[in-house]
């Protein structure tokens, strides 16, 4: 049978994108289609306007470090609507060399929402249909709030972006990635933060050393964070909430479906005013705004996957093996559409795997074992291996760690400390986690991430010579082991 491409990617995202450019470049005819911006989830609404953000939120501990080194400087106010302006702007540059980077490819582009109708069709929203003998699904996921009344008064991750002004106070909820980098980088902006998380520690997870330090830092920094707390109820704080409590609530409140994504921000809702908030602790109080970070869902509603036979997961995730095909064997799916490990990097990889297999004749399994990463809170967090608490439940093993004052902010007289720490195996000596909470620490773990990936030993890491005067040296000094577990 001829198809009309040999293949069509649906979704322009990282990994989409760069699956779709990967293909045409070995010959093969190809298609994308993505219903809303070029770039998905990491350049038009995570990874990177994040990221800038943290860099406008770091200015505020840099005017008091300037301070402290002598300079006669003080912070005027933060122009939220100026920098918004500017960072969308950024953000139109970025999509506009996404479309280009397809269209100098050679790959067909559909900017319309693609359905699935049998294993080798999709239908597009233009009214289009396409066939193509294979099909990559790399739709990406979306936030989610909880099932509780009134959610929509919450916002997602999404929204932040896309603000007209900046909340004087916050209440974020959930302990995540999200969470805790979104504390950190409204509080750095001037924002009044509070945080709830329901279980004992942020960042269920990670190392708990590193959980500990990260969290006591912004703490420190004027975040009130509470943990083993969340939210029960809110209403807007006009509200009458003894009428809403006897059964008289809008349809939100009777119990519409909580929503789920952004763009149905209304103008109502984005009028907002002060939210009323009761806590599982009881204590109830107001917040310009509360910021549901509690997790995302992979993008498979209404797509027609199962209706074609491939098979999701419990969390709506589409199940593949380990060359991300699916129970459909035309059909794979790449990305946080998967599950799996939900980054940038990873669906990255999972697309260039998928074409290595598919297209070059040279089946690829995605590697997704140790996979560096970083939390940019504030202190950042650099991680790459397997936690202490995971790695002494695998074997015995020895711990080496310091925390301390760096220089640059001891001078300056604050109380600042960063962890570096290494988790080494007893038997073979080999590095099996290496996690480090200071500034800078994404840079770190990128770089010590490429000697752990190789196996590296402890005796390697101590043959090192010291790069001196740095944070980082410290991994190549460590001598004694602070405690075996
Ligand atoms: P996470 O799954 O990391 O965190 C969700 C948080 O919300 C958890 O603390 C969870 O608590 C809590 N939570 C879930 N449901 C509820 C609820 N009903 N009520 C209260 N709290 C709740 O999700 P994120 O949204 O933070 O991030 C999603 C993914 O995106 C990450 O896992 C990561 O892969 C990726 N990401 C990566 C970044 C990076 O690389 N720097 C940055 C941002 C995102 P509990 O722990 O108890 O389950």
Sequence with gaps: ????????????????????????????????????????????????PKKIMVF???????????????????????????????LHTELDRLEDVYRKLLDGSGVTRFDARATLKDAHTATLSSGDTVTAKHILVATGGHPV??????????????????????????????????ACE??????????????????????????????????????????????????VEMAAASDDRSASEAGTQSDAAMGAPARESTDLLNEDDAKGGPIWVKATNGAEHEFDAVLFATGRKPNTDDMGLEEVGVKLGRNGQIEVDEYSQTSVPSIYAIGDVTDRVNLTPVAIREGMAFVDTVFKGTP???????????????PEFGTVGLTEEAARDQEPVDIYCTSFRPMKTAFAGKPNRVLMKLIV?????????????????????????IAVKMGATKADFDRTVAVHPTMAEEMVTMREPLRNA
């Excluded at 950190?184 to 269920?204: D, E, F, P, S, W």
């Design 56 to 86: 406008a939120s770091e200015f505020t501990p840099t005017v008091s470090d300037a301070q402290a080194y002598g300079w006669t400087i003080h912070a005027g106010g933060f122009d939220w609507s100026g920098f918004s302006e500017k």
């Design 182 to 231: 979104f504390a950190c980088i409204l509080n750095g902006l001037g924002v009044k933060v509070t945080q709830y998380y329901r279980g004992a520690q942020i960042l269920r997870g990670f190392d708990e050393e590193a959980r500990g330090l990260i969290a006591d830092a912004m703490k420190e920094q004027g975040i009130d964070l509470h943990v083993g707390t969340n939210i």
């Design 425 to 449: 195996s007893q038997e073979t000596d080999k590095v099996l986690g290496c996690h480090i909470v200071a500034p800078g620490a994404g840079e770190m773990i990128q770089m010590a991430g």
């Design 364 to 378: 690829t399994p995605v590697d997704h074992d140790l996979i560096p990463s970083a939390v940019f809170t504030q």
């Design 1 to 48: 049978m001829a198809f009309d491409f040999d293949l069509f990617v649906i979704g322009g995202g990282s990994g989409g994108v760069r699956a779709a450019r990967m293909a045409a470049q070995t010959g093969a005819k190809v298609a994308l289609a993505e219903e809303s911006r070029y770039g998905g989830t990491c350049v038009i609404r995570g990874c990177v």
């Design 145 to 178: 709030r909880p099932d509780m009344t009134n959610a929509h008064l919450g916002i997602v991750s999404d929204d932040i972006f896309n603000l007209k002004e900046l909340p004087k106070s916050i209440l974020i909820i959930g302990g995540g990635y999200i």
